[in-house]
């Protein structure tokens, strides 16, 4: 699985793929000694113009709470777009969470904490843990934070890339969702879908495989079309082809043959326009 193209670094304007750098290990005391910074916003517009970098005491830990320490967080377009004010979901402006002086969120929605103090009374999370935010809007774009047990998710640390733990709760659960929510698809059954070598189209490839579901990946064309070919048939995609492949009669009387006439039950479409209309022109 690929993430985003991007992760978080310790900068509201140098943004480039690394994990925050931060290896020291902290417990329990009756302060916590850590200055946290976090990206965060007062106002709703550009990431480049409203974020900024805000350091900040970390709250002192109590018996039911945890301190996190980010290890890596992804940018998300459904990032950009909640800073921008055109996502669905806003999180509230506050002052208590970042002890501002005026009402901020953080920015982020997913990314992947080690857990580094507990309260006395917390039972089912221990140090060491790596953790997922429970919810959207926590605010991920940031070092450390203090949490409830039932604000994460423990995800196990044997298995996971630093980069796939950090990007498990967007892409891959959209991937799930777009394959189970919608048609009763089967064994054998056939989806379509273009944008394929997206991170959620990889992820569709994947799960697909695993379900015995089989793939028609649309992505367009480029000098390195074989390289990327080979590279998301190397994931399970069954069949690939490029967008200006896509309405040729020649296509069409293949995908005919790859699916023995059976109807495609699925199409995913996150490109709209001609290509989306192609695109549907193979389902049922």
Not at 185 to 191: A, C, K, R
Request: proline letters at 6%.
């Amino acid at each position: 699985m690929l993430a985003p193209t991007l992760l978080l670094a310790r900068s509201a304007v140098r943004l480039r793929t690394c994990a925050i750098p931060n290896r020291r290990q902290f417990t329990a005391t009756s302060s916590s000694g850590i200055i946290a910074k976090a990206l965060v916003y007062s106002q709703y517009g550009r990431p480049t113009e409203v974020l900024r970098l805000h350091s900040h005491p970390l709250p002192v830990l109590t018996p039911s709470t945890i301190h996190l320490r980010f290890l890596a967080a992804p940018i998300n377009p459904a990032d950009v777009n909640q800073i921008e004010g055109a996502y669905p979901i806003k999180p509230p402006f506050r002052m208590d969470q970042v002890n501002s002086e005026v009402p901020v969120a953080v920015g982020g929605n997913e990314g992947v904490a080690e857990v580094i103090a507990v309260g006395d009374e917390v039972s089912d999370v221990k140090v060491g843990d790596w953790v997922v935010t429970a919810r959207s809007g926590f605010g991920t774009w940031r070092t450390h934070a203090v949490a409830t047990p039932a604000e994460v998710e423990v995800i196990p640390r044997e298995g996971l890339s630093l980069v796939q733990a950090a990007t498990i709760t967007v892409n891959s659960c959209t991937a799930y969702r777009m394959l189970k929510d919608f048609v009763n698809l089967g064994e054998g059954d056939f989806v379509i879908q273009n944008a394929a070598n997206s991170s959620v189209g990889q992820v569709v490839i994947e799960i697909a495989k695993v379900l015995g579901i089989k793939t028609i990946n649309i992505v367009r064309n480029r000098p390195n079309i074989a390289e990327l070919t080979a590279r998301l048939t190397a994931i399970g995609a069954t069949h690939v082809l490029t967008d200006d492949e896509l309405g040729k009669v020649t296509t069409k009387e293949k995908i005919k043959e790859w699916t023995g006439g059976e109807p495609i039950l699925l199409g995913l479409n996150c490109v709209g326009g001609r290509d989306a209309t192609e695109l549907a022109r193979y389902l049922g």
